[in-house]
């Protein structure tokens, strides 16, 4: 399941896609100054910069702009995760998990009513089963070769939602993301989509592998800007 907002009217929209191509055919003859000023802050090469365009300077690839990207989309869903924490009907058995920074699948299954879903020996079982299926990332690659044999596993615990509310009474577990993205094309909401199940795939099906009783679904919240 889905809910998916965009902001603003479509004739605005339409009128904002315009301005951004030409903004990013602009933009794409020089290398990212963003990115050039963040390296050359850390004191490293230079060379092979990606090009500057719109959609990079607003988003987390870019090495100048992640931090505060990263930034807006914490004080976003914040913003939305209290929200809907508020609107919350009296006699509502849901309750909202609160995600700090240190969140992660380890420190959730840490917490009482997280364990009585299912053990970490189950889950972790399961989990094993999944990550292997998963391709070791670049970035992934110096992580996997110091110790080969627990990479799936340890990447598994440490994987991280955006939030997660918990029904016990009815024994529902719901994953919760929240994607910001540009909606300069067409199909941004269900590419976001498709991205934000495919980064939890392992998650969602370890627990249901691991916890039958249980039901658990992912909620993704994809926004434009
Ligand atoms: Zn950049």
Not at 71 to 83: E, G, K, N, P, V
Not at 139 to 149: C, F, I, R, T, V
Not at 184 to 200: C, I, M, P, S, Y
Request: aromatic residues 8%; contains cysteine.
């Amino acid at each position: 399941m889905a809910v998916k907002e965009t902001i603003g009217d479509g004739g605005g929209r339409k009128y904002a896609n315009s301005q951004f191509s030409d903004l990013n055919r602009k933009m794409q003859s020089a290398e990212c100054r963003q990115c050039r000023i963040a390296r050359e802050a850390r004191g490293e090469s230079t060379d092979g910069l990606a090009d500057e365009t719109h959609g990079r300077i607003n988003s987390a690839g870019c090495e100048g702009m992640a931090t505060t990207v990263t930034a807006a989309h914490h004080s976003i869903w914040r913003h939305l995760h209290d929200s809907m924490h508020a609107a919350q009907k009296p006699n509502s058995m849901l309750k909202f998990v609160t995600l700090d920074k240190e969140s992660n699948m380890s420190t959730l299954w840490r917490r009482e009513h997280f364990l009585r879903i299912c053990s970490k020996e189950q889950l972790a079982e399961k989990a094993q089963d999944i990550e292997v299926t998963i391709k070791v990332k670049k970035s992934q690659e110096a992580w996997y070769n110091l110790d080969p044999g627990s990479f799936f596993v340890n990447r598994f615990w440490s994987r991280r939602q955006d939030g997660v509310a918990i029904n016990v009474a009815l024994k529902i577990v719901y994953i919760l993301e929240f994607k910001r993205s540009t909606d300069r094309d067409e199909g941004f909401l269900e590419v976001k989509d498709a991205e934000a199940n495919e980064q939890h795939k392992s998650i969602i099906g370890a627990l249901q592998a691991a916890a039958l009783e249980w039901e658990f679904e992912q909620i993704n919240f994809v926004v434009g800007k």
